[in-house]
Antibody, heavy 123, light 110 residues
């Protein structure tokens, strides 16, 4: 069973860039074998989809974040990464990476989630 | 603000049946896109419960079931158990296949 783990700074200053990575383990984990997504959740609030990256490297982003977000695959490190520029307090949240899995019949879902990384934007 | 609307909370006694609604529009659920459901226990990461409107991944108990009709969907939990106390989120897509999440529903087991 694949397990995911997010990592990165827990505190980022306003106007700077938030950078997180997602590593996996188990079942011959390879970032190029699946599609992936980043999702975030402010404290006490709901889930917000940030974007996804296909194993081809193609990406889709939430329109509300598109101008500031970048998701990429680092095949040499077998990791997924997220960068969010010009952050403000509104970007304070738990950030999750998730596998965008494919089920029989073509149905897709965020079927495996990391435990989440808390990122606070504050000076 | 979530595009998919859910009730803030539902409650039930152990053993009872509860349902959670998820209301969208003709641009998402009503456009024929799949509805999914996730369970998030307090302080934990979300877990996939239902995909493809009414399919359970391996390991999810049969007392969880999903349905979809028109611009809405529902999650039913039968035989409610204490461990079911959690937040539940529906998810679908818009016409650009961007993922949309519901506002979330807290299930309270009395």
């Amino acid at each position: 069973q694949v397990q995911l783990q997010e990592s990165g700074p827990g505190l980022v200053k306003p106007s700077q860039t938030l950078s997180l990575t997602c590593s996996g383990s188990g079942d011959s984990f390879s970032v190029t074998s699946y599609d992936w997504a980043w999702i975030r959740q402010p404290a006490g609030k709901g889930l917000e989809w940030i974007g996804r990256i296909y194993n081809t490297g193609n990406t889709d982003y939430n329109p509300s974040l598109r101008s500031r977000v970048s998701i990429s695959l680092d095949t040499s490190k077998n990791q997924l990464s997220l960068k969010l520029t010009s952050v403000t307090a509104a970007d304070t949240a738990v950030y999750y990476c998730a596998r965008y899995g494919l089920f029989f019949g073509g149905a897709r879902a965020f079927d495996i989630w990391g435990q989440g990384a808390m990122v606070t934007v504050s000076s | 603000q979530s595009v998919l609307t859910q009730p803030p909370s539902v409650s039930g006694a152990p053993g009872q049946r509860v349902t959670i609604s998820c209301t969208g529009s003709s641009s998402d659920i009503g456009a024929g896109y799949d509805v999914l459901w996730y369970q998030q226990p307090p302080g934990r990461a979300p877990k996939l419960l239902i995909y493809g409107n009414n399919n359970r991944p391996s390991g999810v108990p049969g007392r969880f079931s999903g349905s979809k009709s028109g611009t809405s969907a529902s999650l039913a939990i039968t035989g409610l158990q204490a461990e079911d106390e959690a937040d539940y989120y529906c998810q679908s897509y818009d016409t650009s296949l961007r993922a949309l999440f519901g506002s979330g529903t807290r299930v309270n087991v009395l």
